[in-house]
């Protein structure tokens, strides 16, 4: 197939030749790395390919879908577990089968979600700063100790139990809402409560459900007011789960305590860029950047090399499967996605 490779990065291009060139001859993909996003305005681009790539900020929208399949696209192969940025009822209507990777690494994305909440908590990232410059003073790096403290996870899919088994070995009490009770969790004493609950108990609240109409801004004012003073909110999942107004108030007000985020609402309009020589125009992001106690990611969770090497081979694999009319596990079920 010939695949034009969206959003592309040194590392992307690296992983997926090195993905494609170790495929059987027969099975290998003709790939055509572009630096653009895919969106409406870059859909001609991939005019005369089989198959488009696309990453977690493309905007596979309806006008996108329907350029992409006007100019023979057959197949969106989105290298990334998420599905949130395309318009699955277009996609059904036009026919176009859609491949992601709906597991890589969830160990990377789940022990950078530790990380964050380990520097968070002791303030590392202020000390590495402080230390540097000869600062040895310890006031406003207290922490408080993990073991002993209840986290609630919302989603405890994947990533979620990977979280609660690593953070169960702190000495944590778990706390988890899913639709779905996940065995491994119940087996680590994880208490299933309902989100009421889980707001009012817990002393750090992690996010690892999907980005889906039911989870839009699952975290807003009313939620926030239920949770403890100095709680602390950890999203590595999707942006969009916060309402990051209300955040700022509850930061503002002392209600959240320590906010650290790994994705944020309007990032495609900065995370994978270098910007430093740039001002940034988002007033929101910039307002979060002032507190103390937040701590942002630009995406970055899942960035491990062997996440890395999973994504390209399954993804390459994924288009294998399409072009022989092969069934593709990782093919999503659009019927069963758009009802869910
Ligand atoms: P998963 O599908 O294994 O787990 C998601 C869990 O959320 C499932 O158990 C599901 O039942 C549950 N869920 C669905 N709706 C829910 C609701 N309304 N309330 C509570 N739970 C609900 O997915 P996985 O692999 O654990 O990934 C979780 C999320 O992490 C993804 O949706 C993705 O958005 C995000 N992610 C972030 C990355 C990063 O680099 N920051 C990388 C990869 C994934």
């Given at each position: 197939m010939k695949v034009t490779v969206f959003s592309t990065k040194s590392y992307d291009r690296e992983f997926l030749e090195a993905a494609n060139g170790a495929m059987a001859p027969a099975l290998r993909h003709e790939l055509v790395f572009l630096e653009s996003r895919l969106d409406r305005t870059t859909?001609?681009?991939?005019?005369?390919?089989d198959a488009v790539c696309a990453f977690v900020n493309d905007r596979l929208d309806r006008l996108t879908l329907e350029r992409l399949a006007a100019g023979g696209i057959r197949a969106i192969a989105l290298?990334?577990?998420?599905?949130?940025?395309?318009h699955l009822p277009t996609a059904l209507a036009l026919g176009l089968p859609v491949v992601r990777v709906?597991?890589?690494?969830?160990h990377a994305v789940a022990e950078h979600t530790v990380g964050l909440i380990l520097t968070l908590n002791r303030r590392i990232h202020r000390a590495y700063n402080r230390v540097r410059e000869?600062?040895?003073?310890?006031?406003?790096?207290m922490g408080f100790d993990l073991h002993g403290e209840t986290v609630g996870i919302v989603g405890t899919g994947r990533i979620g139990a990977i979280v609660a088994r690593i953070l169960h070995g702190f000495g944590m009490k778990l706390l988890g809402h899913d639709r779905y009770r996940n065995p491994d969790c119940e087996a680590l004493g994880m208490e299933y409560v309902d989100l009421p609950t889980l707001w009012a108990r817990s002393a750090i609240i992690s996010l690892h459900c999907p980005l889906m109409p039911e989870t839009h801004?699952?975290?807003n004012a009313d939620a926030l007011a239920q949770m403890r003073d100095g709680v602390m909110l950890v999203n590595?999942?999707?942006?969009?789960?916060?309402d990051t107004e209300a955040a700022i108030a509850a930061l503002k007000s002392h209600k959240l305590g320590y906010l650290a985020l790994d994705?944020?609402?309007?990032?495609?309009?900065?995370?994978?860029?270098?910007?430093?020589?740039?001002?940034?125009?988002?007033d929101i992001f910039q307002r979060l950047q002032t507190f103390p106690n937040v701590l942002i990611t630009?995406?970055?969770?899942?960035?491990t090399r062997n996440a890395l090497a999973a994504i390209a081979e399954t993804t390459v694999t994924n288009l294998s499967q399409l072009e022989r009319n092969i069934p593709c596990?990782?093919?999503?079920n659009l019927e069963g996605a758009i009802a869910a």
């Open positions: 859909a001609a681009l991939a005019a005369d390919s290298r990334c577990a998420g599905f949130n940025n395309i709906p597991a890589y690494s969830p000869s600062n040895f003073a310890l006031e406003g790096l801004h699952l975290i590595t999942s999707r942006g969009a789960l916060v994705v944020y609402e309007q990032e495609e309009r900065l995370f994978f860029e270098n910007l430093s020589e740039q001002i940034v125009q988002d630009g995406h970055q969770a899942f960035f596990p990782n093919q999503l």
